[in-house]
């Protein structure tokens, strides 16, 4: 009996002295050369905006559809009555834009045609994208002019209490409208007005404001 | 006596057991030489995996590239060993790669900073060699700049 007594404790103690070199696990260099080293590079640049109608090919994008290019350009505008003329009581605009949908999910952001979808994005690890617009001085009608700076507008969009693209007016020159971190989807709706304290002579009076998305 | 008796078999008994462990005591780690590995292109192209961003992110790029791994196995020829491949990970931020393999190694997945057994068995050979297809997938806003995978392989042997 003694005998085993002694025997088992001695395994105890050997189990416990010799568990740290069995399981002991060395790294070791063999000073060889290693040579298969994989370079990636950056994700390539993408840019897309649309103000108006556009074009995602294939479905929306969480469908899998792909940006595609869409040559429309909308047309916002108003009739004053004659009596009204540079009054100074503020006319809303609408637009021939139908667009309501996102072509991100299809979810309803705008309610045309008083309302003009505008949204992007941008892919580019360098920085921030820079969305603008820049309009002419006047609008024009033959010789004659009404200043762009008339037409302000408002940005909203269903379902998102903050915008994202900011309001202003047109000012004949550049205006930011929003800064857009890359890998991420802006959007929202303008609203048009024309404040009305121009008087003009009758007539048809145009201006192109031209949207611009630019990458660092 | 009692305890001069009892000190005297313990220590037979340690004696005797560590000469038994003795060969089977130490499994080591070593690097891999896989300098004869050959990269089908210098450079991987990534692209973005979906075909514009989501509002908030949807910032994957993927690429792949395809490689005839060789892996010298010379110094441990004859014995079993577990090799396994090695990704550090870049100051870019996570990385995972996924590959399959023409069978001679094994296919798997994994993490940078995580390593993946690629071949468990006898060394038969003095180099295992293997086309792999390597796709690696990464996050596109952090990868500003071209970036070195520097893939590594070790072996344990026993």
Redesign the interface.
């Known amino acids: 009996m ?2 085993h007594s ?2 088992g ?3 105890t ?2 189990g416990f ?2 568990a740290p ?2 399981g ?7 000073g ?13 640049k ?1 840019i ?1 905006l649309q103000v108006g109608a556009g074009t995602y090919n294939g479905g929306n ?2 469908a ?4 595609g290019v869409n040559a429309t350009v909308n047309t916002v505008s108003l009739a004053v009555p004659a009596a009204s003329v540079g009054n100074g009581v503020a006319q809303a605009m609408t637009s021939n834009s139908a667009v309501a949908d996102s072509f ?1 999910d299809g979810y309803a952001v705008c309610n045309p045609p008083t309302q003009v979808y505008i949204g992007g ?1 941008s ?1 580019d ?2 920085g921030a994208a820079t969305l603008t617009v820049t309009s002419p001085a006047n609008l024009t009608s033959g010789a004659d002019t009404i200043p762009f700076s008339q037409i302000s507008w408002t940005s909203t969009a269903n379902g998102d209490a903050t915008a994202d693209i900011a309001a202003g007016t047109f000012n004949g020159g550049s205006v930011a409208l929003a800064s857009i971190a ?5 959007e929202d709706c303008m609203t048009f007005t024309y404040k009305n304290t121009a008087v003009a002579a009758a007539g048809t009076y145009t201006g192109t404001a031209v949207y611009t998305l630019s990458q660092p | 006596m009692t305890p001069r ?2 000190a005297l ?2 220590g ?3 004696a005797a ?2 000469c038994g ?1 003795a060969p ?14 050959l ?1 089908w292109r ?7 995996r ?10 994957i ?1 993927d ?1 792949v ?1 395809v ?1 005839t ?1 060789v892996l ?1 196995t010379a ?1 441990w020829l004859h014995r079993f060993g577990r090799i396994y491949m090695f990704l550090p990970e870049p100051a870019s931020g996570p990385v995972t790669a996924n590959w399959t393999t023409q069978g001679r190694l094994l296919p798997g997945s994994l993490v940078a900073g995580q390593r993946t057994l690629i071949y468990a068995g006898q060394i038969t050979t003095s180099s295992i060699s293997d086309t792999v297809t ?1 796709n ?1 997938h ?1 996050d ?15 072996i ?1 042997v026993q």
């Open positions: 003694g005998s002694r025997r404790r001695g395994l103690v050997l002295v010799l070199a069995v002991l696990g060395l790294t070791v260099s063999s060889s050369a290693q040579a298969w080293i994989l370079t990636t590079t950056a994700g390539a993408e897309y994008y969480n899998g559809g792909t940006p991100y994005w892919r690890t360098t890359t890998n991420t989807w802006v | 008796l009892g078999p313990l037979l008994a340690l057991v560590v462990q089977l005591a130490v499994a080591a780690t070593y690097a891999v030489d896989d300098g004869a590995s990269p210098a450079t991987t192209i990534m692209k973005w979906t075909p514009g961003p989501n509002r908030l992110n949807g910032n790029v690429g590239t490689v791994l010298n110094p390597m690696v990464a596109g806003r952090r990868l500003t700049s071209d970036q070195n995978l520097d893939f590594q392989f070790e344990e």
